[in-house]
């Protein structure tokens, strides 16, 4: 599987700045992903990174509030942007080489927004 | 109905039990499935893909039953090692590419 950093690994932020949270791989990749935990709670998908376009977001999720790029295939950056402490959550990036199969995860980013 | 439910747990049990999950699904056209490992504060890691016709890794063995649209998870001989949280996740297929479904999780600790 494919080895994944993913930085910062955690981060305390006022409200009202953004945060940019980094994926690197270290092979190409098919597929990346951007996910968010919320404590006890299950993963949520909150944009496919696609490679030289937009992102494809999920219901509830705009690009907006969580700008994504995508630069090439082994890079990918989430900016959670003009934080309020609702935005406190592990943030999480994963890759896979096919669509709908097998997703591997990076280390994912605690946030806490005061 | 949720996409994917699970029991919560925690499920408390001594070295060398056997425990089971189930989890149950609410899309009839989901194509893949599997079984991924949470240890606190650290990232979700496959634990094992689940396959239509069962399949067995060590210890582990996953069951699918598409008919009632659930998969089960079987711990045999538990390591204390293996307290973890278990994520059942099933990619919801018709067309949706990539789109995994986690289950909340099942929480389990062994106890020496």
């Known amino acids: 599987s494919a080895v994944i950093s993913q930085k910062p690994s955690r981060d305390i932020c006022q409200r009202g700045t953004s945060l940019t949270i980094q994926c690197q791989v270290d092979?190409?990749?098919?597929?990346m992903f951007w996910y968010r935990q919320q404590p006890g709670q299950s993963l949520t998908l909150i944009a496919t990174?696609?490679?030289?376009?937009?992102?494809?977001?999920e219901s509830g999720f705009v690009i907006d509030k969580f700008p994504i790029s995508r630069p090439n295939l082994t890079f990918s950056t989430l900016t959670v942007s003009n934080m309020s402490p609702e935005d406190s959550s592990i943030y999480l990036c994963?890759?896979?080489?096919?669509?709908?199969?097998?997703?591997?995860f990076g280390a994912g980013t605690r946030l806490s927004v005061l | 109905r949720k996409e994917v439910e699970q029991d919560p747990g925690p499920f408390n049990v001594p070295e060398g039990a056997t425990v089971a999950f189930n989890c149950t699904y609410s899309?009839?056209?989901?194509?893949?499935f599997f079984w991924y490992r949470q240890d606190c504060r650290k990232e979700p890691k496959l634990l094992m893909s689940?396959?239509?016709s069962g399949n067995e890794d060590g210890r582990f063995t996953a069951q699918l039953n598409r008919a009632s649209q659930y998969i089960s998870l079987l711990i045999r001989d538990s390591k204390l090692s293996d307290s973890a949280t278990y994520l059942c996740?099933?990619?919801?297929?018709?067309?949706?590419?990539?789109?995994?479904?986690f289950g909340k999780g099942t929480k389990l600790s062994v106890k020496p």
């Open positions: 994963s890759v896979a080489e096919d669509p709908g199969n097998i997703q591997y």
């Open positions: 092979s190409q990749v098919t597929m």
């Open positions: 990174a696609n490679q030289g376009s937009e992102a494809t977001y």
């Open positions: 899309n009839s056209a989901s194509q893949s």
């Open positions: 689940v396959y239509s």
């Open positions: 996740v099933v990619n919801m297929g018709g067309g949706s590419q990539g789109n995994l479904i």
